[in-house]
């Protein structure tokens, strides 16, 4: 059983973790702070409230709904710079604001994977969001496929591909139902070196397909693992808010690989810029050969 490592994002030039607690989180995207709950933040808060208080933007849940208030002047999406690629920011109604800071780890892992492959290397993100995956392994020269069943983020992420400088890469943008659009590449014989995914612990597909991960998630690794050209580079599954352990996520790919290669797993956190402490974002199993 592998070590649980601890991968952490510090403080960059156009996103940071001002302050966390009491179930909320204080941070920067370029110039604009936003202030949004985080169940994770279980301990008390290191700034005043008066530093809280100079959000621009704030979500709250009331009786009445949850929604964000938002200053006026503040813009309604803006871009900035992270992990080496340009994404717009946007608040959304779910709380997001259009980017998982705290993935510019595997990012980099991705990059370093492709760039040293010594051959042409395919990828498939699958539940891809707006593109932070897509966008690293592109630029890193791999052909990608970028799957979502959401119209919005796959515009999303097209978008942060033509600001990133990555228009023309070779990145196939796909609104589909995951598990559909795998099991059509599969029938079509269409295989990839490198597979990502991150599924929601519930969700719908582009055509109102349910997702539930306590039922769909091992049988959708085991179609992934089907997808797979026969000398695969990587592997990479992440998590959040299901409530698993990331040993969980490594017993799967034990399975899914054997002894071949090797493999990772932790969590993923966000350093504070003031505090220095750790913010829990989310659990990762990776896989890569050699």
Same mark, same amino acid.
């Given at each position: ?83 080496? /690629? ?37 990828? /498939? ?8 995956? &897509? ?14 069943? &959401?119209?919005?983020?796959? &515009? ?18 796909? /609104? ?41 998630? *091992? ?16 592997? *990479? ?7 698993? &352990? !990331? ?30 402490? /750790?913010? !829990? ?10």
């Amino acid at each position: 059983m592998s070590h649980i490592n601890i991968l952490t994002v510090e403080p960059g030039a156009d996103y940071e973790l001002l302050d966390s607690g009491l179930g909320e989180k204080l941070e920067r995207y370029g110039n604009v702070i936003v202030w949004r709950p985080d169940p994770q933040a279980l301990w008390p808060k290191h700034l005043p409230e008066s530093e809280w208080k100079k959000a621009d933007a704030v979500f709250t849940r009331e009786d009445k709904g949850a929604g964000w208030e938002i200053k006026k002047g503040t813009p309604e999406r803006w871009q900035i710079t992270h992990g080496g /690629l340009k994404f717009w920011i946007k608040p959304t109604s779910f709380k997001h604001t259009g980017i998982f800071p705290e993935q510019a780890t595997n990012w980099s892992w991705i990059q370093n994977l492709v760039k040293n492959a010594g051959r042409p290397v395919s990828v /498939l993100n699958l539940f891809g969001y707006t593109g932070g995956a &897509s966008l690293a392994a592109a630029a890193a020269g791999a052909e990608v496929c970028h799957v979502d069943g &959401s119209k919005t983020v796959v &515009s999303w992420a097209r978008e942060n591909a033509g600001i990133s400088g990555l228009g023309d890469k070779p990145i196939r943008w796909i /609104l589909d139902d995951a598990r559909g659009f795998v099991k059509r590449e599969i029938k079509r014989g269409k295989k990839y070196d490198g597979i990502i995914l991150d599924p929601p612990a519930f969700g719908h597909g582009a055509n109102k397909e349910v997702w539930k991960i306590e039922d769909d998630l *091992l049988p959708f690794l085991k179609l992934c693992r089907e997808a797979m050209t026969d000398t695969p580079l990587f592997f *990479l599954v992440n998590g959040y808010a299901s409530g698993y &352990s !990331p040993i969980a996520y490594e017993n799967n790919l034990k399975d899914l690989f054997g002894d071949a290669g090797t493999r990772e797993i932790g969590e993923l956190t966000i350093q504070e810029s003031k505090g220095g402490r /750790l913010l !829990p974002a989310g659990i990762f199993a990776r896989w890569q050969s050699g």
